[in-house]
């Protein structure tokens, strides 16, 4: 069965809890600030999600043209490996994504 990608909608921002935010900027520390391979950004991710969260855990969001999205079931929140690095984005139900920007510039 193939997987139906994505639609990405061109909004400029991403509000997310306290909580996402905590565990993205744990994430961006994790990487020392530069740019990563997608790999490591799953990585440092689900090691920040790790410690916030007990028994925390990422989940597969959806698919875009460039990979999967890996993330948050509750909120949404997660990374995919966009054209010009890891893009952070928000899944939102009937596979729409709002992009968020770079996780790391």
């Known amino acids: 069965m193939r997987e139906q990608l994505a639609r990405v909608a061109p909004l400029p921002r991403l509000a997310m ?8 900027a744990l ?28 028994d925390g855990r990422i ?3 959806g698919l875009t043209t460039y990979g999967p999205i890996l993330g948050s ?12 690095g890891v893009e952070l984005v928000r899944a939102k139900p009937g596979d729409l994504v709002v992009p968020g920007g770079l996780l790391l510039p």
């Open 27 to 54: 994430a961006r520390a994790k990487l020392h600030g530069s740019r990563v391979a997608f790999a490591d950004a799953i990585r440092a991710l689900n090691e920040a999600v790790r410690e916030e969260i007990l």
């Open 59 to 61: 989940y597969h969001l």
């Open 73 to 84: 079931i509750i909120s949404g929140i997660g990374i995919v490996d966009g054209p010009l």
């Open 17 to 24: 809890s306290v909580r996402d935010a905590r565990i993205l």
